[in-house]
């Protein structure tokens, strides 16, 4: 008996979706795409391209397009969800009734959520209704425009059902994308929501021209919070020792494909918020993800130094020069504690 080929929706057509879209088509699977806008679900049809995310690359002939949400998610045997992690909620909330009562809801965002401190899978599962064991993440250092080009990879997907993740694995793995699993969906997701506020602190460093060694002090520094709130938040800490903390955390803060990263190099040369937001395309989650965070460090009792200091700068206009003096004149303390 011929097997049939494994059906995946993604919804959402920016960045991420349509790079994961790319990678699950090249490993095999019928790929539908579901895009708010005529013009792109018309473009990835008829011209194998996504022109606002991807001008002059190719996408494959099994990654299709449309606007009807029923459309995408028909018969998927994998849901993934690829939109900015505040309109989840909501969008999710349109899509539920029509997604198969057996597929598995796959998460790509890097965020908290604002007001209720939730992980993107805890709104998941609460929208959805669905069970922990149906909800899977795909996060690692998977700068997008890198995946498109078939640059090699490795990712990370987590679900708290080892075979789900096992059966994820086997449909993202592609020559150049090399998946590993994970059980800790904690440490994973909060790896990848707080990196994008370690690469604003960091851009902002580059920006203000501070140099490696603060670059490695704060890469280094961040993952030591990201891991103080995991451990009180019962993930795992080598979690972070892989590719969902420092892994990510390495390309993010390294890369001027970073949208949060670039976020921060434009603050911390001197542009204003307003600014800074204007030139700023696409979806850089740290910038409402680093008050989530803390919201969260907060509801923890954990001390996040860095974090708060984002926000601090992003939201409450602190001046960057001011914000590192009362980083670097914070009390004297032993490295771990
Ligand atoms: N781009 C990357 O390299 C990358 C890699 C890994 C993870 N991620 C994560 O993936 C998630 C999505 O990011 P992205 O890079 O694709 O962002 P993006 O800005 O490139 O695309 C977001 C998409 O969501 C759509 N969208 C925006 N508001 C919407 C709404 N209210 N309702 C429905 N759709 C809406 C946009 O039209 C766009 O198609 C983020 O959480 C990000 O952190 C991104
Ligand atoms: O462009 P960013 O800053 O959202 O980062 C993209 C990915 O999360 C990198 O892994």
Known sequence: MTRQPVRAAVFGTGS??????????????????????????????????????????????????????????????????????????????????????????????????????????????????APAERVAVVTGPNLAKEIVARMPAAAVVACRDESVATRLQSVCHTPYFRPYTNTDVVGCELGGAVKNVIGLAVGIADGMGLGDNAKGSLITRGLAETTRLGLAMGADPLTFAGLAGLGDLVATCSSPLSRNHTFGTNLGRGMTLQETIAVTKQTAEGVKSCESVADLARRHGVDMPI?????????????????????????????RR
């Open 16 to 129: 991420w979706g349509t790079a994961f879209g790319m990678v699950l088509a090249d490993a095999g699977c019928e790929v539908t795409l579901w895009g708010r806008r005529t013009e792109v679900a018309d473009a990835i049809n008829n011209g194998r391209t996504n022109p606002d995310y991807f001008p002059g690359v190719e996408l494959p002939p099994s990654l299709r397009a449309t606007t009807d949400p029923a459309e995408a998610a028909e018969a998927a045997d994998f849901t993934v969800l690829a939109v900015p992690s505040q309109t989840l909620r909501a969008n999710l909330a349109a899509w539920a009734p029509l997604l198969p009562a057996d597929t598995v809801l796959v998460s790509l965002m890097k965020g908290v959520e604002l007001g209720t401190a939730k992980r993107m899978s805890e709104v998941i599962e609460e929208v959805a209704k």
């Open 307 to 335: 974090t708060d200091t984002v926000v601090d700068i992003v939201h409450h206009g602190k001046p960057p020069i001011v914000a590192l003096k009362e980083l670097m004149s914070r009390s004297a303390k032993p490295e």
